[in-house]
C-alpha cells in the first residue's frame, strides 16, 4: 500500500508530465527568448522578425531578444543555433538559403538543414524582382532579354553571386530566357543598388524588401517579380512566368528550433505565430516592407513543405549547372 510521502511523490511526478520535475517549477518560457537572425539590423527580415516577435511575446508572457549573426551566407547565424541548448529559449528566424539552397551551393555546411532544426512556423513569402534603374531605356523583360542577346556578355545583371539565392535566380533568368547577360557578383546587395542606382549596372536581382521603397521614390523601376503570379500590392508589376512560363522562384522566412526542442514549446510557438498572421494589421505592415504573410501552417506540415523545396530547388541546381564550392 503506498505510503503518504510517495503518493505526493507521484502526484508531483504526474504534475511534471514528460518535461520532468524542473519544468514544473521553471515552466516555459520563465525567461526571454533570443531570436537569431542571419542578417543585419535593419534589414527585410530583420524587420519582419521584430514585427512578428512584439506580438508573439504578448502572447507567451516573455520578450524576444533579436541577435543578429550576418555573413558567411547564413551559415555563421544556423550554426549558432545548431550548438545552442534545444530549452525553448533559442529560435533562428531562418530563409530559404540557410534552410534550403545552402545544401546545393555548399560542399560542406556544419550544419544539416533537414536534420539539426525543428520546423516550427512557417512566416512569409519573400518574392525577388528584375530591376533596372529608373532612367533606363529597358522597359520590359523582353527588352531586357533582346538586349542581352543582341550583344551577349556586354549587359551586367547585378545579384549577391552564385552561392546565393538571388545568384540562383540570376542564373535561372539566364538559362530559361537564354540570355547573355554578364552577371556581376556583390558581395552587399545594397552595394549593388547603388550601382544600378547610379548606372555602374543594368540590371539586378534582389528581395522586394531590399529595394520595395526604392522602387516606389522613384530611383529604379520593377520589370518582373519572380513568383509564378503577380502579388499583392504590385499588381502592375508582371510576374515573370508572364514571360517565361513555370518560372517560380520565391525566397521565404520562417522560425526553427535547435532538433530535441520539446514539442510542447514548438507547438506553443508556431500557436502564437500563426495567431500573430492572422491579424490583418502585422500582414498590412509586412506587405509595406514587403514580404506577404503565410497562411498558417503547422510544424509537421512545415516539415512537409521544407522537404518539397529541398527536391524541387536541387532540380533546379542541376538544370542551371551550379555546382556546390
Known amino acids: 500500500m503506498m505510503n503518504r510521502r510517495s503518493f505526493h511523490l507521484a502526484l508531483a511526478a504526474a504534475a511534471c508530465g514528460p518535461w520532468g520535475l524542473a519544468s514544473a517549477q521553471d515552466p516555459w518560457p520563465s525567461k526571454p527568448i533570443k531570436l537569431v537572425l542571419s542578417q543585419p539590423a535593419g534589414s527585410g527580415p530583420d524587420a519582419i522578425a521584430r514585427m512578428l516577435s512584439d506580438g508573439v511575446a504578448q502572447s507567451i508572457g516573455q520578450p524576444f531578444v533579436i541577435d543578429n549573426k550576418p555573413g558567411g551566407q547564413n551559415v ?15 529560435f533562428y528566424f531562418a530563409t530559404t538559403a540557410a534552410l ?3 545544401s546545393y551551393l555548399f560542399k560542406s555546411l556544419p550544419y544539416d538543414p533537414l536534420k539539426d532544426f525543428a520546423p516550427v512556423a512557417f512566416v512569409a513569402n ?27 556578355g556586354k549587359l551586367s545583371l547585378a545579384n549577391e553571386g552564385p552561392r546565393t539565392f538571388g545568384g540562383m535566380i540570376a542564373r535561372l533568368f539566364n538559362a530559361r530566357a537564354k540570355a547573355g547577360a554578364n552577371l556581376v557578383a556583390y558581395s552587399s546587395i ?9 548606372g555602374q549596372v543594368d540590371a539586378l536581382v534582389a528581395d522586394v524588401a531590399s529595394t520595395g521603397q526604392l522602387v516606389k521614390q522613384g530611383r529604379m523601376r520593377m520589370l518582373a517579380v519572380t513568383s509564378p503570379k503577380r502579388i499583392a500590392g504590385w499588381d502592375n508589376v508582371p510576374a515573370l512566368a508572364e514571360t517565361l512560363p513555370g518560372f517560380d522562384m520565391v525566397g521565404w522566412l520562417a522560425v526553427v528550433a535547435p532538433a530535441g526542442t520539446p514539442a510542447p514549446i514548438v507547438a506553443r510557438m508556431n500557436t502564437g505565430i500563426n495567431g500573430m498572421l492572422e491579424k490583418p494589421a502585422l500582414s498590412e505592415k509586412m506587405l509595406a516592407v514587403g514580404p506577404i504573410a503565410a497562411p498558417p501552417q503547422t510544424p509537421q506540415q512545415f516539415d512537409a513543405f521544407l522537404r518539397e ?3 524541387r530547388l536541387g532540380q533546379i541546381a542541376v538544370e542551371i549547372g551550379l555546382l556546390p564550392e
Not at 528584375?130 to 523582353?142: D, F, M, N, W
Not at 545594397?190 to 542606382?197: A, F
Open 76 to 90: 555563421i547565424g544556423a550554426q549558432a543555433v545548431k550548438q545552442s541548448a534545444p530549452d525553448g529559449y533559442t
Open 190 to 198: 545594397g552595394t549593388g543598388v547603388q550601382d544600378l542606382i547610379g
Open 309 to 311: 523545396e529541398h527536391q
Open 126 to 152: 519573400s518574392p525577388f524582382a528584375l530591376l533596372v534603374g529608373a532612367e533606363s531605356p529597358i522597359k520590359t523583360v523582353q527588352d531586357l532579354v533582346a538586349r542581352s542577346k543582341a550583344d551577349p
Open 100 to 102: 534550403v539552397t545552402n
